[in-house]
């Protein structure tokens, strides 16, 4: 998104499956940590207001580790995230804070973090390798400033003490939206596709604060109809991965859906912004070599 990065950034999601369980939230015991790196964020702009803040950060130490977690220690207090964004890249600016355009290459995407989702735990077997070529970690947070003054996020990186079975890739759908006009309903829907056969283990659905409903659908190639996730109800403040166990064949699609409910006397609009309006989903799939949505 622009819409921000529309191919890495994503947020939100509420309880209640149809075919995932609660979202898992603790490392396995024989995960080990790696790394932990710790940033200072202060975004520009008065009390109540948001911003974006992006950083290069050294990504040496995570060269080669297969990550199977991320523990999250959000601020509090005097800025809040919205939501952080981060992938690996090949380039070698130096770290500390940077501006968000343009947008270094990546290599590798990780999962993403929003309230609720402080720890992100990957299914057992499955993990996401950060290439050998990886120099530094994009990571792009959108802030809303609480109060006066700085304050301080972390985020550990765990690797499995086994060697994965599965290497596994982050994969982008979204829909556009439409204007959602004062006091009404809205949808959008979005296919994305892949060309071969995966595993899904994770989806992240993604709406703000007009989202009512949310769902995605397995549409199989003769026309067949799957639930794989369903959010019936919308919470902005609840975004965890949910780790889900679904087989997509050649030709099999993903269906994502969104609905909104209008409750305020302006249009809003397809935005960055929690005041605007998105529909997106990301997927954590395997093998990596297919994480790729074709639409």
Known sequence: MNVRFAHYV???S???LGCASAPLGTPAASDRMVMSL???VDPAGPVGSEAYECHLLDASALKGVAVHALRWRPPSGVVLIHHAMMFATA??????LVPCEPVPAPVIALPLYAPGGETTTLADGVSIVVPMNAERLYLELHLVRTGIGSASASVEFLESVSPPEHLAGWVDDYAPVPDIAPFSTATATARC????AVHVVGAWP????LGSHFSSTIVRANGDR???LDVPTWQFQHQPLYPLEAALGEGDAIETA??????????????SFSTDEMCNQGLVVWPITSATCVR
Do not use: Q, Y
Not at 206 to 209: A, E, K, S
Not at 258 to 271: F, Q
């Open 226 to 228: 799957e639930a794989l």
């Open 206 to 209: 993604h709406m703000h604060r």
């Open 258 to 271: 969104c609905s909104w409910h209008n409750t305020t006397d302006a249009t809003v609009k397809a935005g």
């Open 193 to 196: 596709g892949f060309g071969a």
């Open 38 to 40: 710790e940033v200072n």
């Open 14 to 16: 509420a309880p209640i």
């Open 10 to 12: 994503l947020l939100l």
């Open 91 to 96: 380039a070698t600016g130096t770290p500390g």
